[in-house]
């Protein structure tokens, strides 16, 4: 069946230093692939999204893009800060299952200043 | 718009207990979820409507049942309630659950059960 699977955290990070959490999923057909956050406390936030092989989503200086050839979805930031301290998952949403939102086990970002 | 809404933000409940998770949004969507968020497992499918009087199982159905009175609501029940209910609730909707469609949230509910 359709998975996905993150990097494990904690990760832990200077400011203004570089992020990648990466993702790569396994899918039947072609999936949408979506980023969500969540702040301390807090619900799930859509972060940002791509529908198709080669999009490139991108949201607050958060970029991922759709690569079907290596089935990945890689989070990056050029320069975090600790604002952007949270839990970061990957989903992916296959066409075998309507509207079933496939999660990976999530990654802890923390930035410290 | 509020978005989608749950209550209680936090319950504790005794074994055996029984109580309604309360979900609603105001967008007129269609589709609606319940997940289930555990530490190193991100999120589980519960159940899922696809339409007023519709419902079907997700991925961990046991335990809970759901109903799809109006398309504003979707309550999610726990009839006997067990300590590996234990969790966090997250409610979910979008207009027709498409591929495409991004999903929304609610803030979510803590559960502790005794």
């Known amino acids: 069946g359709d998975s996905v699977t993150q990097m494990e955290g904690p990760v832990t990070l200077s400011e203004e230093a570089f992020l990648t959490i990466n993702c790569t999923y396994t899918a039947t057909g072609y999936p949408s692939l979506f980023w969500y956050v969540q702040y301390p406390g807090e619900g799930l936030q859509l972060l940002l999204k791509?529908?198709?092989?080669?999009d490139k989503g991108s949201n607050k200086g958060f970029e991922a893009t759709y690569r079907k050839e290596t089935t990945s979805f890689h989070l990056e930031k050029g320069s975090v800060q600790v604002s952007d301290s949270a839990v970061y998952f990957c989903?992916?949403?296959?066409?075998?299952?309507?509207?079933?939102?496939?999660f990976g086990q999530g990654t802890t970002l923390q930035v410290k200043p | 718009n509020a978005g989608v809404t749950q209550t209680p933000k936090f319950q504790v409940l005794k074994t055996g207990q029984s109580m309604t998770l309360q979900c609603a949004q105001d967008m007129n969507h269609e589709y609606m979820s319940w997940y289930r968020q555990d530490p190193g497992m991100g999120l589980r499918l519960i159940h899922y409507s696809v339409g007023a009087g519709i419902t079907d199982q997700g991925e961990v159905p046991n335990g809970y049942n759901v109903s799809r009175s109006t398309t504003e609501d979707f309550p999610l029940r726990l009839l006997s309630a067990a300590p590996s209910q234990t969790s966090v609730y997250f409610c979910a909707s979008s207009y027709s659950g498409g591929i495409r469609e991004t999903q929304y949230f609610g803030p979510g509910t803590r559960l502790l059960v005794l």
């Open positions: 989903a992916l949403l296959g066409s075998s299952n309507t509207g079933k939102l496939i």
């Open positions: 791509a529908t198709k092989a080669d």
